[in-house]
């Protein structure tokens, strides 16, 4: 199984505000505890799948477009080759929108890695980076991998 910070799954409608206007950010206090440090090794786990950070550009995610490189794992730590990342999405809880932008998920040549580009953040504060994975191995599965935008 990965180490790092893990997060709790979102319930099985993982849809949003698309639509939502953006808002004002300018009295940004911080995220609230419980948000987990991004940096490399950063995972969550869903009901069959595990997703966990690679390596990021920004290192420390921004507001706008950020790029990842990320890995699927079955819970017990297998990789999962056989999976794909089928829809990602940013999602802001707290507002109750979406990042506005649809990630462009690509598989990378080492089986179970994936680059996603275009993770938008349109303002600063908690909000959750969400993957749809189907595969082989198991079921359909939601993973959520909650992180602060503070710049």
């Known amino acids: 199984m990965f180490s790092g910070c893990a997060s709790e799954p979102l ?3 993982m849809g949003g505000a698309a639509d939502a206007a953006p808002v004002d950010d300018d009295d940004f206090k911080g995220c609230p505890p419980g948000v987990p440090r991004f ?3 950063l995972y969550a786990a869903g009901k069959h799948y595990e997703v966990k950070l690679l390596s990021a550009m920004p290192q420390a995610p921004e507001r706008y477009s950020n790029s990842w490189s990320v ?3 079955l819970l ?4 999962a080759a056989d999976a794909q990342i089928v829809r990602s999405q940013t999602f802001m809880p707290v507002h109750g929108h979406d990042g506005r932008v649809v990630p462009v998920v690509t598989a ?3 089986p179970a890695e994936f680059q ?3 993770i938008t953040f349109t303002m600063r504060g908690p909000w959750e980076a969400r993957f749809w994975i189907s595969g082989d191995q198991a079921q359909e599965d939601n993973v959520v991998l909650h992180v602060c935008i503070e710049k």
């Open 39 to 41: 940096e490399p090794g």
């Open 108 to 110: 990378l040549a080492n």
């Open 116 to 118: 996603v580009d275009h």
């Open 71 to 73: 890995e699927l794992a």
């Open 76 to 79: 017990d730590g297998t990789a």
């Open 11 to 13: 319930a099985d409608d």
